[in-house]
Structure formats: structure tokens, C-alpha cells
């Protein structure tokens, strides 16, 4: 299986930081992350950086197939490098099998906490890499151990026709979490069934609530300027439904 890491920038370094990943995985995922950026600076020239830098850190399941043959859960968060370049630095984790059943699980929401904190005072310059990746290897091994449980309940899938969803949640007694306001994106060709999900939330800030993106793929094109903004409907989102009944329980 690949071996996990981390990849992206931080301030007390010119360029960019990496380690464990092999060299294919680094390069697929600078460019996703260069195609996120490249979509909200053209789109929101002069508001972008600083939403970049309100914006939660995004967690993620990407199912097996879209990177390489593994599955990855991990997560990203908003950084610069020592000459104020931004891009993101991310901790990837590959994960075999299904990767649905991770998402909001509270278990695995306490593991990515841990591991957001270990990020920040990685990007903060409190943690040397040495230490970073210690730290990622032995989260690594409760993902490994938490991707390997099944979930009780249905897997969350797209309409037909959808290359996208986006649902904003509320949290009702600490438990239940209930969607609304969702959001779609339509493809412009029907897409093929087999294409695998990949899964993009967070927990909320100070400016957003929690939100839920399932893809169909990997997140590219214009569409992805939502996700460091929080602005979807600049970026081609229309309004959407959902099952009303639907209710994730950690």
C-alpha cells in the first residue's frame, strides 16, 4: 500500500514541503489543489485570499481508483509558503476499501481533529517534520483500523445526472446532524456510473456552517471555487433537493 505523509506549504519554508508520499501522488494532488486556486482567484480576484484563509480545513475520503489504486482519507488546510505563495498543506493517508462509511463518523472525527491540530502547529512552526510525520503515522494506523468497520447506514450516492452535491448541515442535540440548503452541479454530459465518489467536509467556522460535498471523481473545473470561498453559487451551483428524511448519525 502507498505510505501516508503530507504535501503543501507552510511560512517558514520558500517552497514546497513534502514526506512519505511517492513523487506520482505529490504531482496529482498539486495539481487539483493549483486547479482549486486557479478557479477562485479568476472568479474572486479581490476577495479570494482572504476567504482562502477563513475557510475550515476540509477533510476528505477519496474512494479507490480516482488516486491510484488505495483509497485516502486525510485533510487539508489553508497555508502560504515564506514569500506569502498560498497553497494548501495536506495530510494524505491511503485507506483499501470502501471510504463512504468515514464521513462524520465520530471516531473518525476524533482521529482528523487530532490530526488538524497536529497540522496547525505543524504550518505554526511548533512541530518539526520529523515529529509531523511521526505523528501522522500513528493516526494513520486508527484510520486503518476504523476504514476496516462497516456502517449501518446507506452510502450516500449523486443523482443521476449530478457531477456534484453540496449540503450545509446543522447539529441539533450534539448527535443528529440534518442537511439543508443543497446545492448541485449539473454535468454537462451524463456521467458514467462507475466513476467513484469522493467525499469533502468540514466542521464549520466562524463564517460557515459544517458542509458535504460528494463528487463524482476528483473536484475540478469551476465548480471547486466553493470550496476555499464558500460562495458556491458564484462558481455555477444551482439549488438542489435532497431526502428530507436524511439524518448522519456520528
Not at 467536509?201 to 471523481?217: A, F, M
Request: aromatic share 10%; hydrophobic share 40%; charged share 20%.
Amino acid at each position: 500500500m502507498e505510505p501516508c505523509g503530507y504535501f503543501g506549504k507552510r511560512p517558514h519554508e520558500r517552497d514546497f514541503v513534502y514526506d512519505g508520499l511517492a513523487a506520482g501522488m505529490t504531482d496529482a494532488w498539486a495539481g487539483l489543489m493549483s486547479d482549486w486556486l486557479h478557479n477562485v482567484r479568476t472568479v474572486l480576484p479581490q476577495s479570494w485570499q482572504q476567504l482562502y484563509f477563513e475557510a475550515p480545513a476540509w477533510r476528505f475520503a477519496i474512494s479507490p481508483g480516482l488516486l491510484g489504486p488505495t483509497g485516502w482519507c486525510g485533510l487539508l488546510s489553508a497555508s502560504a509558503d515564506a514569500v506569502g505563495r498560498c497553497f494548501p498543506l495536506a495530510v494524505l493517508i491511503p485507506l483499501e476499501g470502501a471510504v463512504d462509511h468515514l464521513v462524520f463518523r465520530a471516531a473518525v472525527e476524533i482521529t482528523l481533529d487530532t490530526i488538524e491540530i497536529q497540522t496547525m502547529a505543524f504550518i505554526e512552526g511548533h512541530l518539526s517534520r520529523e515529529d509531523f510525520v511521526s505523528a501522522i503515522t500513528a493516526q494513520s494506523h486508527t484510520l486503518t483500523r476504523l476504514a476496516k468497520g462497516a456502517s449501518s447506514r446507506p452510502a450516500m450516492e449523486l443523482g443521476p445526472g449530478d457531477k456534484a452535491l453540496r449540503i450545509s448541515f446543522a447539529r441539533t442535540d450534539g448527535e443528529a446532524i440534518i442537511p439543508d440548503d443543497p446545492l448541485s452541479c449539473p454535468a454537462a454530459q451524463t456521467p458514467a456510473p462507475e466513476i467513484p465518489l469522493s467525499y469533502w467536509w468540514q466542521d464549520g467556522g466562524s463564517t460557515r456552517p459544517p458542509e458535504l460535498c460528494l463528487w463524482r471523481g476528483l473536484p475540478k473545473g469551476l465548480e471547486t471555487g466553493g470550496f476555499f470561498s464558500g460562495e458556491w453559487d458564484r462558481f455555477g451551483w444551482q439549488g438542489s433537493q435532497i431526502d428530507p428524511n436524511l439524518i448522519l448519525r456520528p
